[in-house]
């Protein structure tokens, strides 16, 4: 999706002018992995229109092979506006405009299975889910236990926001969680989402299934 950034610091009713950049919890590590000399593909779904060509050669331009982005021609590329201060205040201010987009749209049906199970690890994000009943379908697709299934790596990346109903989004996240083989989460969010305190070890506790569990401590790390 599209990212505006403010020009400078200030609430979003009080910022004049915003700076275009590229987001998405996916895209962005595709973006990182190929960077760093990784063979990377990023499989999505984007709106026929200049923002969705924006995308597409910007994340190419990483390395990124973008060979199996759709072009939806009915609906627009996502954007969000976020403000520049601190994510971690109160103050930060983040407006999604995703309902209605290409991405929302994205489904078992017109989504190229072959394409995300080709690599050796398919990395999935819990934002996907959010954005509609076809997405949230294609996750629990691609987490199910099959034949020749690619390692599966999951971000929680718990936006309470983005959900219609945010109970059921935090039952969501933690089912595709288990399911999953590597899952990456912070501890603020598996507080927030689940009520889990007390550490890695209780992150741990809650979420034994996957091989390997990252907990995200902020400024502290890791484990």
């Known amino acids: ?96 405009y995703r309902a209605g987009s290409a991405a929302s749209a994205m489904s078992p049906d017109n989504t190229p299975r072959a394409e995300l199970d080709s690599g050796r690890v398919l990395h999935l994000s819990g934002i996907t889910a959010a954005l509609s009943a076809d997405c949230l379908a294609l996750l629990r697709g691609l987490t199910a236990p099959r034949p020749g299934r690619p390692l599966v790596s999951f971000d929680v990346n718990h936006r309470a926001h983005l959900w219609r109903d945010p109970e059921t989004g935090r039952t969501v996240l933690l ?28 992150v741990r506790a809650a979420l034994p299934e996957p091989r390997t569990l990252v907990v995200k401590q902020g400024a502290g790390g890791a484990t």
């Not at 590590?29 to 200049?50: Q, S, T």
């Not at 597409?56 to 627009?76: F, K, L, N, Q």
């Not at 969680?177 to 209780?202: H, N």
């Open 1 to 96: 999706m599209v990212t505006f950034l403010p020009s400078r610091p200030g609430r979003l009713a009080d910022v004049p002018s915003f700076d275009r950049g590229i987001g998405g919890a996916e895209s962005n590590v595709a973006c990182v992995l190929a960077a760093a000399g990784h063979r990377v593909k990023w499989v999505g779904r984007v709106g026929d229109d200049g923002f969705g060509d924006h995308l597409v050669e910007a994340i190419t331009a990483y390395g990124v092979d973008t060979s199996a982005v759709r072009r939806d021609p009915h609906r627009p590329t996502g954007i969000y506006f976020r403000t520049a201060g601190d994510r971690a205040t109160d103050e930060h201010e983040v407006l999604y």
């Open 175 to 202: 089912e595709l969680a288990r399911r999953s083989d590597l899952v990456f989460v912070g501890e603020d969010e598996a507080e927030e989402a689940w009520g889990v305190t007390g550490g890695p070890d209780a």
